[in-house]
């Protein structure tokens, strides 16, 4: 912000009269309150004990305690959109935000580009004498832009943060998290042995920041985006929190159900005469072109389960409660330090969950989610062999659908699905204790995420500004809710909301919600002039089990054609329900652009999904060159991906070792028979593709050792992953095994030494190995 010079300008500076205000950095007014945004991740409205769930959550019952309680709050569906609107007060097409940053197509409403004039709340707080901070899951900048060579500049740093600690993308191991401080990626402090949680690490950061500003300037307040990765997979937790949980929730999903409900009414979540809306309420519908309703959307009803599914499926529930119960007493070590340093009552909290639960399990649940995003259904069979391992680094976890229907209940669906309350109705809490007198109410009017940051500026007394950082800003879409945070008569003035996510869609209008019938990408279903569309009086029916089209068809057309206006003007088209293959595989701009040859070297940084070499079921070969000085020599030399798929190259009791680890489940292992030899030499492994697996669309193959030119192992019938991965933990490095271990032969990060590493070639053209070693083996002699 820049003021016009008023002092004097003489001469002699004797004679001249400075003026610091067009210098100064800007300052808060005396007693501005604190900002704290507390975003937990697919977590349903009926998870929560303050919100009559059974999972035990004791810091966000202190907070419900101090503030209000919203029971009609609304998010997006989805993570990156949510999450976009919550920062910039704009709905998420406005600010080209659509779907997640890893799906976006190029248009204007689907770009995963923040536009600089629709600023988030950081910059506008940071221009206004605030620090800012930003701690845990950032998930706003593209894929293609998450890499060390690519531009910066949808980086936390340049969105008005000072400070970032935490992972750019989706989700994250929480044991073995892809962190990134400030602009740079950096190994976790410690080992999941020595104690190590995410959780923990983003609390202890959180008050770090906060520390390291308030010793020096004690009065002057801070804004800080705390987003932990619970409860979005992988559920990872220590055993004796899920072990809290024991027996809990051995009823199942529809008596879980029945009895939060009960506890909702009491509470006043809901309308005393609500009722369950149905498990599976679209079972039946077919797609346009006769297509089922997808399996992995379906839920397995609990009497219809064996003993062993019941045991699985109810420690999934067991291990996410204690995931989230954990997390939430890392955030009651933030409170317990804003209480002890005087600086609670003076801040303004706000709590929510970015979209309804996750139906990403499927109708079994998994142990490795990297299986979605590869197009498998985990099995219940494969599942009972970690059974005892589930919440540790062994596993990448995620509950089956039946508990993604019990945590959103009475809701239809979950998370994708912006057509249903389950995807979109999520607990959020507002607490200001120095300005909001209101404690432990609840507010039951109809509020979006988009309104939350219009609500904070006029806390703050602010009028949204004209411009940010020189930019013209466009108007906000969101409407402040103060007024009824105030008093519970009064009412918002918000009339209208417009959703779209994944191919569904649905609007909301003074009380009324109509959507289509629509199963969310990864269906892939099209055809969306075919859609049946729905009409609720949401206001009294809130899991939407009347639908009233029959009643009212001037009131549906009329909220058709309200969408179709809404969608015109905040860039809601095109629609897209693509396939999980098509989603990944369109075109995006990239600096690390797709190629046949990919080199790499040890000592530079870890290098991650979107700008790494991505296989994708395709013929391969690896070479690296190097040279052996020791015979004692071992060691990673280069890994791609971790436990739950991945393939690494490394040395091992003195010979040469490949495993391509298959989405956890089996660890296929080339060895050399004899001792690797001294010296400058080149260690490879090929794999040409020779077909699928019959009946399944697993690439097979045969996969080879290379010691030099001379063929020392071969593996017929290696499976590979199709895909990906995974969105996480699937980084590769050069020397050293990164993040989880590709193979359970040894403990990360297991450098190599005992020699040198110059250099990794991974080529994925389809040459033969033979003529590849002797390129490369020309270009390392004249090194």
Same mark, same amino acid.
């Given at each position: 912000?820049?003021?016009?010079?008023?002092?004097?300008?003489?001469?002699?500076?004797?004679?001249?009269?400075?003026?610091?205000?067009?210098?100064?950095?800007?300052?808060?007014?005396?007693?501005?309150?604190?900002?704290?945004?507390?975003?937990?991740?697919?977590?349903?409205?009926?998870?929560?004990?303050?919100?009559?769930?059974?999972?035990?959550?004791?810091?966000?019952?202190?907070?419900?305690?101090?503030?209000?309680?919203?029971?009609?709050?609304?998010?997006?569906?989805?993570?990156?959109?949510?999450?976009?609107? &919550?920062?910039?007060?704009?709905?998420?097409?406005?600010?080209?935000?659509?779907?997640?940053?890893?799906?976006?197509?190029?248009?204007?409403?689907?770009?995963?580009?923040?536009?600089?004039? #629709?600023?988030?709340?950081?910059?506008?707080?940071?221009?206004?004498?605030?620090?800012?901070?930003?701690?845990?899951?950032?998930?706003?900048?593209?894929?293609?832009?998450?890499?060390?060579?690519?531009?910066? +500049?949808?980086?936390?740093?340049?969105?008005?943060?000072?400070?970032?600690?935490?992972?750019?993308?989706?989700?994250?191991?929480?044991?073995?998290?892809?962190?990134?401080?400030?602009?740079?990626?950096?190994?976790?402090?410690?080992?999941?042995?020595?104690?190590?949680?995410?959780?923990?690490?983003?609390?202890?950061?959180?008050?770090?920041?906060?520390?390291?500003?308030?010793?020096?300037?004690?009065?002057?307040?801070?804004? *800080?985006?705390?987003?932990?990765?619970?409860?979005?997979?992988?559920?990872?937790?220590?055993?004796?929190?899920?072990? +809290?949980?024991?027996?809990?929730?051995?009823?199942?999903?529809?008596?879980?159900?029945?009895?939060?409900?009960?506890?909702?009414?009491? &509470?006043?979540?809901?309308?005393?005469?609500?009722?369950?809306?149905?498990?599976?309420?679209?079972?039946?519908?077919?797609?346009?072109?006769?297509?089922?309703?997808?399996?992995?959307?379906?839920?397995?009803?609990?009497?219809?389960?064996?003993?062993?599914?019941?045991? &699985?499926?109810?420690?999934?529930?067991?291990?996410?409660?204690?995931?989230?119960?954990?997390?939430?007493?890392?955030?009651?070590?933030?409170?317990?330090?804003?209480?002890?340093?005087?600086? &609670?009552?003076?801040?303004?909290?706000?709590?929510?969950?970015?979209?309804?639960?996750?139906?990403?399990?499927?109708?079994?649940?998994?142990?490795?989610?990297?299986?979605?995003?590869?197009?498998?259904?985990?099995?219940?069979?494969?599942?009972?062999?970690?059974?005892?391992?589930?919440?540790?680094?062994?596993?990448?976890?995620?509950?089956?659908?039946?508990?993604?229907?019990?945590?959103?209940?009475?809701?239809?669906?979950?998370?994708?699905?912006?057509?249903?309350?389950?995807?979109?109705?999520?607990?959020?809490?507002?607490?200001?204790?120095?300005?909001?007198?209101?404690?432990?109410?609840?507010?039951?009017?109809?509020?979006?995420?988009?309104?939350?940051?219009?609500?904070?500026?006029?806390?703050?007394?602010?009028?949204?500004?004209?411009?940010?950082?020189?930019?013209?800003?466009?108007?906000?879409?969101?409407?402040?809710?103060?007024?009824?945070?105030?008093?519970?008569?009064?009412?918002?003035?918000?009339?209208?909301?417009?959703?779209?996510?994944?191919?569904?869609?649905?609007?909301?209008?003074?009380?009324?919600?109509?959507?289509?019938?629509?199963?969310?990408?990864?269906?892939?279903?099209?055809?969306?002039? +075919?859609?049946?569309?729905?009409?609720?009086?949401?206001?009294?029916?809130?899991?939407?089990?009347?639908?009233?089209?029959?009643?009212?068809?001037?009131?549906?057309?009329?909220?058709?054609?309200?969408?179709?206006?809404?969608?015109?003007?905040?860039?809601?088209?095109?629609?897209?329900?693509?396939?999980?293959?098509?989603?990944?595989?369109?075109?995006?701009?990239?600096?690390?652009?797709?190629?046949?040859?990919?080199?790499?070297?040890?000592?530079?940084?870890?290098?991650?999904?979107?700008?790494?070499?991505?296989?994708?079921?395709? *013929?391969?070969?690896?070479?690296?060159?190097?040279?052996?000085?020791?015979?004692?020599?071992?060691?990673?030399?280069?890994?791609?991906?971790?436990?739950?798929?991945?393939?690494?190259?490394?040395?091992?009791?003195?010979?040469?070792?490949?495993?391509?680890?298959?989405?956890?489940?089996?660890?296929?292992?080339?060895?050399?028979?004899?001792?690797?030899?001294?010296?400058?030499?080149?260690?490879?492994?090929?794999?040409? +593709? #020779?077909? #699928?697996?019959?009946? *399944?669309?697993?690439?097979?193959?045969?996969?080879?050792?290379?010691?030099?030119?001379?063929?020392?192992?071969?593996?017929?019938?290696?499976?590979?992953?199709?895909?990906?991965?995974?969105?996480?933990?699937?980084?590769?490095?050069?020397?050293?095994?990164?993040?989880?271990?590709?193979?359970? *032969?040894?403990?990360?990060?297991?450098?190599?030494?005992?020699?040198?590493?110059?250099?990794?070639?991974?080529?994925?053209?389809?040459?033969?190995?033979?003529?590849?070693?002797?390129?490369?083996?020309?270009?390392?002699?004249?090194?």
């Amino acid at each position: 912000m820049t003021t016009e010079f008023k002092g004097r300008i003489e001469l002699d500076i004797r004679d001249s009269e400075p003026d610091w205000g067009p210098y100064a950095a800007p300052t808060a007014p005396e007693d501005a309150p604190n900002v704290l945004y507390l975003v937990w991740d697919d977590t349903g409205i009926a998870t929560w004990d303050c919100f009559g769930g059974l999972v035990e959550m004791p810091t966000m019952s202190r907070i419900a305690e101090r503030g209000i309680r919203l029971s009609q709050f609304h998010t997006t569906a989805l993570c990156s959109p949510t999450r976009a609107s &919550l920062l910039t007060g704009r709905n998420p097409t406005t600010v080209g935000m659509a779907t997640i940053e890893e799906f976006t197509d190029g248009f204007p409403g689907c770009n995963g580009r923040i536009p600089f004039d #629709t600023a988030l709340l950081s910059e506008v707080l940071a221009e206004r004498g605030y620090n800012t901070y930003c701690v845990g899951k950032w998930h706003l900048t593209p894929l293609e832009e998450s890499n060390l060579a690519s531009t910066k +500049r949808h980086w936390p740093l340049s969105r008005g943060f000072e400070r970032f600690y935490g992972f750019m993308g989706g989700e994250t191991d929480q044991w073995y998290p892809d962190l990134v401080y400030d602009n740079h990626p950096v190994a976790p402090p410690a080992t999941p042995e020595q104690g190590y949680h995410l959780s923990k690490d983003l609390a202890d950061k959180t008050i770090e920041f906060i520390r390291d500003a308030k010793v020096i300037a004690p009065d002057k307040p801070w804004f *800080s985006y705390v987003c932990p990765g619970a409860g979005h997979a992988p559920h990872h937790v220590f055993k004796d929190w899920a072990d +809290r949980y024991a027996g809990k929730f051995d009823m199942g999903f529809e008596r879980y159900r029945e009895i939060v409900l009960e506890n909702q009414k009491k &509470l006043g979540i809901v309308p005393a005469d609500t009722e369950l809306s149905p498990i599976n309420p679209y079972g039946d519908v077919k797609g346009p072109n006769g297509e089922q309703w997808p399996d992995q959307d379906t839920v397995r009803p609990w009497d219809e389960l064996g003993d062993d599914e019941k045991r &699985l499926f109810a420690r999934m529930a067991e291990v996410f409660a204690g995931f989230l119960s954990y997390t939430d007493a890392q955030i009651g070590r933030i409170l317990d330090y804003l209480e002890e340093s005087g600086q &609670l009552d003076n801040t303004i909290i706000v709590v929510i969950s970015d979209n309804g639960a996750s139906g990403e399990g499927g109708p079994n649940g998994s142990v490795n989610e990297v299986k979605f995003f590869n197009g498998y259904i985990d099995t219940v069979e494969e599942s009972m062999r970690l059974l005892d391992d589930l919440g540790g680094p062994q596993t990448y976890n995620h509950y089956p659908t039946g508990w993604a229907m019990a945590f959103n209940a009475p809701y239809k669906l979950f998370k994708r699905y912006a057509s249903h309350e389950g995807g979109i109705a999520d607990p959020a809490i507002i607490s200001w204790p120095n300005g909001i007198a209101a404690h432990g109410e609840v507010r039951d009017n109809y509020i979006n995420v988009c309104d939350v940051t219009p609500t904070i500026y006029e806390l703050l007394g602010i009028t949204p500004p004209d411009t940010v950082k020189g930019i013209p800003q466009k108007p906000l879409d969101g409407v402040s809710f103060e007024p009824v945070l105030q008093d519970s008569s009064a009412a918002t003035g918000k009339h209208t909301q417009f959703y779209t996510m994944l191919g569904t869609r649905g609007i909301w209008h003074d009380g009324w919600f109509a959507n289509t019938v629509h199963a969310a990408s990864p269906a892939g279903w099209g055809h969306f002039d +075919r859609d049946r569309w729905e009409l609720f009086h949401i206001e009294a029916d809130r899991s939407q089990c009347h639908d009233l089209v029959t009643e009212n068809p001037d009131t549906l057309e009329e909220l058709k054609a309200l969408w179709f206006a809404e969608a015109e003007k905040y860039n809601g088209l095109p629609l897209g329900d693509l396939n999980i293959f098509d989603t990944i595989s369109r075109w995006r701009p990239n600096v690390a652009q797709r190629r046949d040859s990919y080199l790499y070297y040890p000592g530079t940084a870890d290098i991650g999904v979107g700008a790494s070499v991505e296989i994708q079921g395709r *013929s391969f070969s690896a070479m690296a060159e190097l040279t052996i000085d020791d015979p004692g020599a071992e060691g990673v030399i280069f890994k791609h991906g971790g436990a739950h798929g991945g393939h690494v190259l490394f040395v091992q009791d003195g010979r040469l070792h490949y495993v391509y680890n298959f989405l956890g489940e089996e660890e296929q292992q080339l060895s050399s028979p004899d001792a690797i030899p001294l010296g400058r030499h080149t260690f490879g492994v090929a794999y040409v +593709r #020779t077909g #699928t697996v019959e009946g *399944s669309h697993t690439p097979v193959g045969d996969a080879a050792l290379y010691i030099d030119d001379d063929q020392v192992a071969m593996l017929a019938g290696m499976r590979i992953l199709p895909a990906t991965f995974g969105l996480a933990g699937a980084t590769l490095s050069v020397g050293r095994n990164a993040g989880s271990p590709v193979s359970s *032969s040894y403990k990360p990060p297991f450098a190599f030494t005992g020699g040198v590493i110059a250099q990794v070639n991974i080529d994925v053209s389809g040459k033969p190995y033979v003529d590849l070693e002797k390129e490369f083996a020309r270009a390392f002699a004249k090194d």
